[in-house]
């Protein structure tokens, strides 16, 4: 499997490979794709489905749609399919009736999935959740397409310091972060400045203060772009999708807070700039379908010859605009170069703070501008207690996970009383 990329990243090792660093895959590439029934999933599924003979199916998983996800067992002949909620076994054996696909059931099953033989994951399950599978995958030394970017913030280097040490290979499919790793190829590790990730600036880009902070779940999730699961259009409107992924990079290359900047960009065309010492400033394009960055995950190190998604017109976009983010109106932004500044654990505060704001929004129990206020608070109760210490294993993180999760839970009433 692929070397770590010691060229270009020197002494900042790291699992996410160089293009030259081939790895060595079957004829036929086997895959598996863990949140197969999620809106990414749906993007991988239908790369695979354009490419037939070139992918086989080891294993697919979903948290509960039985149906979604025995149709595509059915339609990808998967050997094996794992879906979250026990209580949907007996269900999804009916609906697999006269395949010859073997299926489980619960966590276990998910990160059973992760763990069997397939060249290439996709870590596509939304949430912490999403570890353990992404995990299993690297602990065998798979080459995993990462999307789950909130795995990554929980677990921080600890991440990717497991899969350097399993020789598994992180190829970024989260937009901006493929979009970096198409650049950086263009320099080495010393030249780099900084690198530039974009932001759509959400539904609320122009919106006032008090607008944002009444927000409803409807217009939360009316993304003027990307279409996408609830959770991160969710997080995009409030700018946490773009806090997420600054410590997504950082941890993913090897960057420190200053070396990565936002820069909202409401066409969502350029993903993601590489600048260098020589004030070259490299950068990725393409339409805003997940497809494109999916599709050079799958594909690398080599290109798929043509993918499902529309080529980029620029002549009929006309117009690139830029503007820096706003981190009063957006306080998420703030809070997530703080937590990363503060590191011990505190992005992993951070993300499960986050999602029990969200899921906390989607129930009508907190306004909309209340999701960073409880984020914050959380933080400040966390630091405040002296809880900060290095993770140095995964327990360690999903221990964090779950005392900030319950620290975020006891605070809700009062951030849900409090006026803005
Ligand atoms: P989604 O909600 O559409 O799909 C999530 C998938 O995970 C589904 O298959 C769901 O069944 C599964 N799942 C949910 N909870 C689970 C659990 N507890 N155990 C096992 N499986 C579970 O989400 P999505 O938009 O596809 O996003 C998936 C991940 O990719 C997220 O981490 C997100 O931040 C990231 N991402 C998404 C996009 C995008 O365009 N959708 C872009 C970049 C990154
Ligand atoms: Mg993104």
New binding site residues.
Partial sequence: MASVALLWFGEHMSAVPLRNNKAAFSAVRSVTVL???????DSTMDLLRAAPGLYRVEAL?????VRGLASLAREFDARFVAI?DPSRLVELKEALAGTRTECGAG?SA?IEAAARPADWVMA????A??LKPALAAVDRGATVAL????CLVCAGDFFMQRAQKAGACILP???EHNALFQALGSGNREELVRVIITASGGPFRTWDPADIEQATLAQALKHPN?S?????TIDSASMMNKGLEVIEAAYLFSLTPDQIDVLVHPQSIVHGMVEFSDQSVVAQLGAPD?RIPIAHCLGWPDRISKGPAARLDLAKIGQLTFEEPDFERFPALRLAYESLRTGRGATTVFNAANEVAVAAFIAGQIKFGAIARLVEATLEAWIRSGNLAPLESADDAIAVDHKARNKAASLLPQIALKAS
């Fill in positions: 949140g197969a029934t999620g809106s990414i999933g998983t979903g948290n509960s749609n979250a966590e998910i596509a399950v939304s949430g959740a999403g999307a789950n970017k909130e499919a989260d937009s990307w996408m699961g609830q959770k991160i997940m």
